[in-house]
């Protein structure tokens, strides 16, 4: 006997990338104009220093701004190591944003690389 559970689907693939540190920095150098690094951590972890040009919403107010970002830039999301960051891309996706990456890694990759950052 088969049974069928209608209500069930597989979820669709996600589309969100995921980058490692170098690709990061490389799409950083090259600054298209669709780009957006947002990055979501709190604001004491800002002060210790962000990625140059980087938009900063933290993770527990970006459902508020969704509304306010454009759907068609590519967003990198940027916390301190790749987890929050995952949340946020997911949070994005499930509001419609299409183009999007998580820096697997971080700050703490990015920092370990010695990249520029600003205070």
Request: some cysteine; aromatic content about 10%; hydrophobic content about 40%.
């Amino acid at each position: 006997m088969k049974f069928s559970l209608p209500f069930f689907k597989p979820a669709p693939p996600s589309l969100v990338e995921n980058l490692n540190v170098e690709a990061v920095y490389a799409l950083y150098k090259d600054q298209p104009d669709d780009l957006v690094l947002l990055d979501v951590r709190q604001p004491d972890e800002w002060r210790e220093g962000v990625i140059p040009g980087s938009v900063k919403i933290s993770l527990g107010a970006l459902n508020s701004h969704l509304q306010t970002l454009e759907k068609d830039k590519y967003y990198i999301l940027v916390c301190r190591s790749g987890n929050r960051s995952g949340t946020a891309a997911q949070m994005m996706e499930s509001a419609g944003f299409k183009r999007l990456a998580n820096f697997q890694g971080g700050m703490l990759a990015w920092n370990s690389h010695r990249y520029p950052i600003e205070r």
